[in-house]
């Protein structure tokens, strides 16, 4: 496996996990506009190598969820912004430009120091 990208989550915004209930969870580097940061799992952002494709695997603290579709900006997104929304519901269609779908359960335990990775088989 080729290690795509890896992050490690720095802060939880007050009201992220709010987002879990709706399956979704909202990622953005450090340095976010305040007014978006206290939604988003904060991370220290780290370098995305190759555009994301279906396929790929994303990696919560160890967890893995294979991604099924992705936003036309997502992968934009996600190397300049660190900001994407991850959606946990197995579309084969992405619902909006910036969210990556993936299917299995939504990571109920991602907090301060969890770490991110997305892989592609080699």
Not at 1 to 27: C, H, P, S
Not at 56 to 81: H, R
Request: proline letters at 3%; hydrophobic letters at 40%.
């Amino acid at each position: 496996m080729t290690i795509l990208y890896q992050t490690q989550f720095t802060k939880v915004g007050n009201f992220a996990r709010d987002a879990l209930a709706e399956n979704m969870l909202i990622t953005f580097k450090q340095g976010a506009p305040a007014d978006l940061e206290d939604y988003c799992f904060i991370h220290s952002h780290g370098e995305l190598i190759s555009d994301l494709q279906v396929g790929d695997i994303a990696e919560f603290d160890g967890v893995t969820y294979p991604i099924t579709a992705i936003g036309d900006v997502a992968s934009f997104n996600l190397k300049e912004l660190g900001h994407v929304t991850w959606r946990f519901d197995g579309a084969t269609t992405a619902e909006y430009p910036g969210t990556i779908h993936v299917l299995g359960e939504i990571p109920g335990a991602v907090k301060e120091n969890s770490v991110l990775k997305i892989k592609r088989a080699e």
